[in-house]
Nanobody
Framework: QVQLVESGGGLVQAGGSLRLSCAAS????????MGWFRQAPGKEREFVAA????????MYADSAKGRFTISRDNGKNIVFLQMNSLKPEDTAVYLC????????????????WGQGTQVTVSS
């Protein structure tokens, strides 16, 4: 199993940047596809980005493409989400997740979840 803890969220003005980090426990971190999801109040959790086990492949939601970059360091057991050109509609709790058996953008395919970190973008 893997346990995940996010950090790096905060308040930022529109157009600004944040880098989120997800620290993972366990020696099997590299066995998991890792994803970032976000959830705004009263809204369903939605996919943001994912990265393959070795870090060679990535995929993004249309809303994130061109602005966000997902990366991972398997030696340090960390997944990052660099967020640039932030918009008020990016405001949400951002969650890190791991999937053992799926290359997926769907919430139900991820088995392990962090607690989330709040990102608030003001206009």
């Amino acid at each position: 199993q893997v346990q995940l803890v996010e950090s790096g969220g905060g308040l930022v003005q529109a157009g600004g940047s944040l880098r989120l980090s997800c620290a993972a426990s366990g020696r099997t971190f590299s066995n998991y596809v890792m994803g970032w999801f976000r959830q705004a109040p009263g809204k369903e959790r939605e996919f943001v980005a994912a990265i393959s086990r070795g870090g060679l492949n990535t995929m993004y939601a249309d809303s994130a493409k061109g602005r966000f970059t997902i990366s991972r360091d398997n030696g340090k057991n960390i997944v990052f989400l660099q967020m640039n050109s932030l918009k008020p509609e990016d405001t949400a709790v951002y969650l890190c997740a791991g999937a053992a058996a799926a290359w997926s953008r769907w919430t139900r395919d991820y088995e392990h979840w962090g607690q989330g970190t709040q990102v608030t973008v003001s206009s």
